[in-house]
């Protein structure tokens, strides 16, 4: 009877044992990004203090661990202390905030100006992520897009700016980074001041002032050509029921609510990340947004978006 018992013990023993030495199953972690082109810093002489009460607010409610923010000017130490992030001022304009430590910092300026583009590497937790911060010249206006012409034509007034070759050589910057994406994710957001040739199709091409065209506009072609995926668009497949507009299209009127344009994005690539919730939230500058169920004054003139992505732990 008693050794019976003992070798019972030992069996429930090399059990515990064996349950302790397997491997538990990978768990997953949550990075929340917003981008946000947040109009001279959120603090315009027009609304210099609900201004900067309203950026902060809207992005402490919007609970991102990093935010990708353009048109930064001068705003990067307060929104820093009042959320308790790191940052990295990369220019005037550009400025990402992290709860993460931030581990590295990129510039390429000898090819890409930092007031256009910019980064860092972050810490999630023991799992590095690359993000980078985003703006393309504004230049030509895409609110005056001559939809009435051929696509060939209608890219050529788009190549007369500088987005094209602006983009080409941010992504021939990025191609040791983007070699690295099976093992450290990288997303990229901002204001690419450009539409998408996924919002400017067949279903498209009679609303929201596409004017019956249909384009495939060489910066987000160029983009997922290099293998990144529109975060918003992957998650909102549709672009006539979801076209997820962050701009004005008619005028620069601030009287004008004809919100009809997908100019803000984060776009990401790598093997150990993906994209499990995309918004893009819109509303008139100097009104009042109601924002997951608190009223902020809105301080732009730009909509932003909010990409929650799942990351598989190292």
């Known amino acids: 009877m008693m050794k019976?018992?003992?070798l019972c013990l030992l069996a429930v023993l090399y059990l515990l044992v064996g349950a302790a030495c397997t491997p538990l199953k990978e768990s997953k972690k949550k990075l929340t990004v917003l981008s946000w082109n947040v109009w001279h810093g959120g603090h315009s002489e027009h609304y210099p203090g609900k201004g900067c009460e309203g950026t902060i607010g809207i992005l402490r409610k919007s609970g991102a661990d990093v935010i990708l923010m353009v048109e930064t000017y001068g705003t990067a130490p307060q929104v820093a202390d009042s959320l308790g992030y790191s940052y990295n001022l990369i220019s005037d304009n550009l400025c990402i905030y992290s709860r993460y430590p931030i581990t590295q910092k990129y510039t390429f300026s000898d090819s890409i100006s930092t007031f256009n583009f910019g980064g860092v590497m972050i810490d999630v937790d023991g799992t590095p992520v690359r993000l980078f911060d985003t703006w393309l010249h504004y230049l030509p206006d895409m609110r005056l897009a001559p939809t009435d012409k051929t696509e060939e034509e209608i890219l050529a007034w788009e190549k007369e700016g500088t987005r094209d070759e602006e983009i080409h050589k941010i992504l021939a910057?990025?191609?040791p980074i983007l070699a690295e994406t099976d093992s450290i994710p990288v997303i990229m957001g901002g204001d690419f001041n450009t539409h998408s040739h996924?919002?400017?199709t067949e279903a498209t091409r009679h609303l929201y002032n596409h004017g019956g065209?249909?384009?495939?506009w060489p910066v987000s072609v160029a983009l997922?050509?290099?293998?990144?995926?529109d975060s918003f668009r992957q998650l909102n497949p549709d672009p006539a029921a979801s076209p997820g507009v962050t701009w004005l299209t008619d005028a620069d009127s601030l009287e004008t609510e004809c919100r009809m344009d997908r100019i803000d994005f984060i776009y990401y690539q790598g093997k150990t990340i993906r994209a499990t919730a995309s918004d893009c939230y819109d509303n008139s500058l100097?009104?009042?947004f109601t924002f997951k169920g608190e009223d902020f004054?809105?301080?732009?003139?730009?909509g932003f978006v909010l990409t929650e992505f799942e990351l598989d732990s190292k």
């Open 4 to 6: 019976t018992k003992n």
């Open 173 to 175: 910057v990025l191609q």
């Open 198 to 200: 996924l919002d400017w």
């Open 213 to 216: 065209a249909v384009v495939r």
């Open 224 to 229: 997922e050509e290099a293998g990144f995926k």
């Open 286 to 288: 100097g009104k009042i």
């Open 297 to 302: 004054f809105y301080p732009s003139d730009h």
